[in-house]
């Protein structure tokens, strides 16, 4: 099975004709971010806001017989999975930057973020500049650590594969903040009692669903279907199922 | 203590078995599928044919030289490149069978080296073709010297999966990690049980090779 | 693929360095804690070769990774805090610690009794004869296996990469994501590694033929 998987070829030149023949669209996910995408011990799926939204597009977009598959990146898998034709969509609390729309094409915003911080509820940092000289953890790949460097050039970041391992940092002592998005710590302040969010959210940074460069018509699709969501009514039903009475979300907020 | 019973509820200990289960699968494949690439590159390296022998034995130090976890990341974002789609699996597999392939070929190379090449020569002149001398007296022994190394070797494997995390396969320190991020306090009881998990997989696997080198002895 | 090296040569290098480093540290320690608990292992004491059988078979059966992280994640919550290169580089010695205790206790097995009876006959302690006639012996027969087993550990150093040990493989996943060209960067630390690796791998080989004859 292993086997017959490896050696399938799937190289599509048009994405979207590719997707609508196999009605089926194979998402990049996330399986460590609380609210986003996690996984459930109980039953070993992935829940969150980002796999019910992956599910809605594909059957707004292909119709209620397609199919969603998922799989499992992480922020430095993510690119190199789309570029080399993993997956056909990356959904994946990834930000819009100048840097990687270079690399890949995105899709309008579904998401508002910006970077953030984490700490200790005893530790006296109360803003991003004050992490010069000290010692911040954040995750491979994400451009929270691009903010640090902007923000707070004498600090020393140490990068991690993922948010479990970055929080267990964290913990450890490792280092006296986690940055990342705001959306992300909220959901990781909400497992971890005795940590809190500081510092305001200090970059304007919202997420985007990536597409392999140049397959515009997957990007014109996706745009409709999202729209089409937001008009429906559908978008914030999935809003309001995952981040109401969260603290550090505005539900009206997002729904601007 | 409580800690610990919370930790290991049956909830938890079934995902980390789910895990296990991919440990094991990932290396029972893998154990197979590297020790029959081992035999054919070992031979072919041991035979001394022109340009192939040279050629392989170049590939395989190569291999044998770089990190295993480099070689996942160029099974898992290169392959794909060459046209071939693989998952964490698949990659995983992969990039653990060319390894441990190759180290395994230079210990086949080491244990056929090390008969007497006065037994091939003997049983060829009795008549045997090089390959049923190779088949029925040489590799028998070659095998049983060899058994010490392949075995640790295929320990090495099994322990070595756990590198495939940083692809997220689903394995068993993965599934632990997922534990532990949802529930910090896990931290410890979820490295001690898992350390004891490796254990017994490889510790079984030790009791097994040398049950089977005392029944080689026999016959 | 060079203008990924000559624009991060100073990331490669620092990565380069800390790799050697940690390699080395971790050699001479796991060296000396190997031999100690192959010692260990043929003492006349039974519980005294319990205690070290009990030390190889642990640290030879469970993943570096594992024992990596433990020194990263748990040890500085309670005792003392640790570095990603210190963690990495504990964690390093004690896995190779038990494969060197294994190959010199191997190597001593090799001498024979005889030289141990015939030593401890001319008056020498059990220490002694070990020291100054069994040890040396066993040294030379086994330095081809731990010249082995000092390229495992280049290789193995790679696991820093996991806790922000500022090592080769750690360095190449930031460039790579910095500069999207993620082959060509793993491709470029291949080379650093096979530069550490290759050369000694030869000169090994070329040493136990001339061992052999």
Same mark, same amino acid.
């Given at each position: 099975m292993?086997?017959?998987?490896?050696?399938?070829?799937?190289?599509?030149?048009?994405?979207?004709?590719h997707?609508?023949?196999?009605?089926?669209?194979?998402?990049?996910?996330?399986?460590?971010?609380?609210?986003?995408?996690?996984?459930?011990?109980?039953?070993?799926?992935?829940? #969150?806001?980002?796999?019910?939204?992956?599910?809605?597009?594909?059957?707004?977009?292909l119709?209620?017989?397609?199919?969603?598959?998922?799989?499992?990146?992480?922020?430095?898998?993510?690119?190199?999975?789309?570029?080399?034709?993993?997956?056909?969509?990356?959904?994946?609390?990834?930000?819009?930057?100048k840097?990687?729309?270079?690399?890949?094409?995105?899709? $309008?915003?579904?998401?508002?973020?910006?970077s953030?911080?984490?700490?200790?509820?005893?530790?006296?940092?109360?803003?991003?500049?004050?992490?010069?000289?000290?010692?911040?953890?954040?995750?491979?790949?994400?451009?929270?650590?691009?903010?640090?460097?902007?923000?707070?050039?004498?600090?020393?970041?140490?990068?991690?594969?993922?948010?479990?391992?970055?929080?267990?940092?964290l913990?450890?002592?490792?280092g006296?903040?986690?940055?990342?998005?705001? #959306?992300?710590?909220?959901?990781?302040?909400?497992?971890?009692?005795?940590?809190?969010?500081?510092g305001?959210?200090y970059? $304007? &940074?919202?997420?985007?669903? &990536?597409?392999?460069? #140049?397959q515009?018509?997957?990007?014109?699709?996706l745009?409709?279907?999202?729209?089409?969501?937001?008009?429906?009514?559908?978008?914030?039903r999935?809003?309001?199922?995952?981040?109401?009475?969260?603290?550090?979300?505005?539900?009206?907020?997002?729904?601007k | 203590?409580?800690?610990?019973?919370?930790?290991?509820?049956?909830?938890?200990?079934?995902?980390?078995?789910?895990?296990?289960?991919?440990?094991?699968?990932?290396?029972?494949?893998?154990i197979?599928?590297?020790?029959?690439?081992?035999?054919?590159?070992?031979?072919?390296?041991y035979m001394?044919?022109?340009?192939?022998?040279?050629?392989?034995?170049?590939?395989?130090?190569?291999?044998?030289?770089?990190?295993?976890?480099?070689?996942?990341?160029?099974?898992?974002?290169?392959?794909?490149?060459?046209?071939?789609?693989?998952?964490?699996?698949?990659?995983?597999?992969?990039?653990?069978?060319?390894f441990?392939?190759?180290?395994?070929?230079?210990?086949?190379?080491?244990?056929?080296?090390s008969?007497?090449?006065?037994?091939?020569?003997?049983?060829?002149?009795?008549?045997?073709?090089?390959?049923q001398?190779?088949?029925?007296?040489?590799?028998?022994?070659?095998?049983?010297n060899?058994?010490?190394?392949?075995?640790?070797?295929?320990?090495?494997?099994v322990?070595?999966?756990?590198?495939?995390?940083?692809?997220?396969?689903?394995?068993?320190?993965?599934?632990?990690?997922?534990?532990?991020?949802?529930n910090?306090?896990?931290?410890?009881?979820?490295?001690?049980?898992?350390?004891?998990?490796?254990?017994?997989?490889?510790f079984?696997l030790?009791?097994?090779?040398?049950?089977?080198q005392?029944?080689?002895?026999?016959d | 693929m060079?203008?990924?090296?000559?624009? @991060?040569?100073?990331?490669?290098?620092?990565?380069f360095?800390?790799?050697?480093?940690?390699?080395?540290?971790?050699?001479?320690?796991?060296?000396?804690?190997?031999?100690?608990?192959a010692?260990?292992?043929?003492?006349?004491p039974?519980?005294?070769?319990?205690?070290?059988?009990?030390y190889?078979?642990?640290?030879r059966?469970?993943?570096?990774l594992?024992?990596?992280?433990?020194?990263?994640?748990?040890?500085p919550?309670?005792?003392?805090?640790?570095?990603?290169?210190?963690?990495?580089?504990i964690?390093?010695?004690?896995?190779?610690?038990?494969?060197?205790?294994?190959?010199?206790?191997?190597?001593? @097995?090799s001498?024979?009794e005889?030289?141990?009876e015939?030593?401890r006959? @001319?008056?020498?302690?059990?220490?002694?004869?070990?020291?100054?006639?069994i040890?040396?012996?066993a040294?030379?027969?086994?330095i081809?296996?731990?010249?082995?087993?000092?390229v495992?550990?280049?290789?193995?150093?790679s696991?820093?990469?996991?806790?922000?040990?500022f090592?080769l493989?750690?360095?190449?996943q930031?460039?790579?994501?910095?500069s999207?060209q993620?082959?060509?960067?793993?491709?470029?630390?291949?080379?650093?590694?096979?530069?550490l690796?290759?050369?000694?791998?030869?000169?090994?080989?070329?040493?136990?033929?001339?061992?052999?004859?």
């Amino acid at each position: 099975m292993v086997f017959a998987l490896a050696g399938c070829t799937k190289k599509n030149d048009n994405t979207y004709e590719h997707v609508k023949q196999s009605k089926t669209i194979v998402w990049g996910i996330r399986a460590d971010t609380r609210l986003f995408g996690l996984t459930n011990i109980k039953t070993g799926k992935i829940e #969150g806001f980002e796999i019910d939204l992956a599910k809605a597009l594909t059957k707004q977009m292909l119709g209620s017989s397609a199919h969603a598959e998922f799989l499992t990146t992480t922020a430095n898998t993510r690119i190199p999975l789309l570029k080399n034709h993993n997956v056909d969509a990356v959904l994946a609390t990834m930000t819009i930057t100048k840097e990687r729309a270079k690399q890949v094409d995105f899709t $309008n915003p579904y998401f508002p973020a910006g970077s953030s911080l984490l700490v200790p509820n005893s530790s006296k940092i109360t803003n991003v500049k004050q992490l010069n000289g000290k010692t911040v953890l954040a995750v491979k790949g994400t451009t929270a650590v691009d903010d640090v460097h902007k923000y707070a050039p004498k600090a020393k970041v140490l990068q991690y594969d993922d948010y479990g391992q970055a929080m267990s940092a964290l913990k450890a002592g490792q280092g006296v903040a986690l940055t990342t998005d705001n #959306g992300l710590l909220a959901g990781i302040a909400q497992e971890n009692p005795g940590y809190k969010l500081v510092g305001g959210v200090y970059t $304007n &940074a919202p997420y985007g669903i &990536a597409i392999n460069k #140049g397959q515009t018509q997957m990007v014109n699709h996706l745009n409709t279907a999202l729209a089409e969501l937001k008009k429906n009514g559908t978008y914030n039903r999935l809003i309001n199922k995952w981040f109401k009475g969260i603290p550090g979300f505005d539900v009206k907020e997002l729904l601007k | 203590m409580e800690t610990f019973i919370h930790a290991y509820s049956w909830v938890d200990i079934h995902f980390l078995l789910q895990g296990l289960w991919v440990t094991i699968y990932v290396s029972l494949i893998s154990i197979i599928l590297s020790f029959v690439l081992g035999l054919i590159f070992g031979l072919l390296r041991y035979m001394k044919i022109k340009y192939v022998s040279a050629i392989v034995g170049f590939v395989i130090d190569i291999i044998r030289n770089l990190p295993l976890l480099l070689i996942i990341f160029f099974t898992y974002f290169g392959l794909p490149e060459l046209g071939i789609v693989t998952n964490q699996t698949a990659a995983s597999i992969i990039a653990l069978v060319i390894f441990e392939g190759a180290m395994l070929a230079e210990i086949v190379r080491s244990g056929i080296s090390s008969i007497d090449p006065g037994q091939m020569e003997g049983a060829r002149s009795n008549g045997m073709t090089f390959g049923q001398a190779m088949y029925h007296v040489v590799m028998p022994q070659a095998l049983h010297n060899m058994i010490p190394a392949l075995l640790s070797q295929f320990v090495s494997l099994v322990k070595d999966t756990s590198l495939a995390t940083i692809i997220v396969l689903p394995e068993l320190l993965y599934h632990a990690q997922i534990i532990y991020s949802q529930n910090t306090t896990y931290i410890i009881p979820m490295y001690v049980i898992i350390a004891v998990m490796y254990f017994i997989v490889c510790f079984c696997l030790s009791m097994f090779a040398s049950y089977l080198q005392k029944r080689f002895k026999m016959d | 693929m060079w203008s990924i090296l000559t624009n @991060n040569w100073s990331s490669f290098l620092t990565g380069f360095w800390n790799t050697i480093l940690c390699s080395v540290i971790a050699l001479i320690f796991s060296l000396i804690l190997g031999i100690f608990f192959a010692m260990l292992e043929v003492a006349p004491p039974k519980f005294v070769r319990i205690i070290a059988h009990i030390y190889i078979e642990v640290f030879r059966n469970i993943p570096l990774l594992v024992i990596v992280m433990i020194f990263y994640l748990i040890v500085p919550r309670f005792f003392f805090k640790l570095s990603g290169f210190q963690s990495g580089t504990i964690g390093l010695t004690l896995y190779t610690s038990a494969f060197i205790a294994e190959t010199v206790r191997s190597g001593i @097995n090799s001498i024979g009794e005889g030289q141990m009876e015939g030593a401890r006959s @001319n008056g020498m302690t059990y220490i002694q004869a070990m020291r100054y006639v069994i040890l040396p012996q066993a040294m030379k027969i086994v330095i081809p296996p731990l010249g082995n087993q000092f390229v495992n550990l280049i290789k193995n150093s790679s696991v820093l990469a996991f806790v922000a040990g500022f090592d080769l493989m750690y360095q190449a996943q930031l460039i790579a994501f910095a500069s999207f060209q993620t082959i060509d960067t793993y491709i470029v630390v291949g080379l650093f590694y096979l530069v550490l690796t290759l050369p000694l791998s030869y000169y090994l080989r070329h040493l136990e033929k001339k061992l052999a004859n």
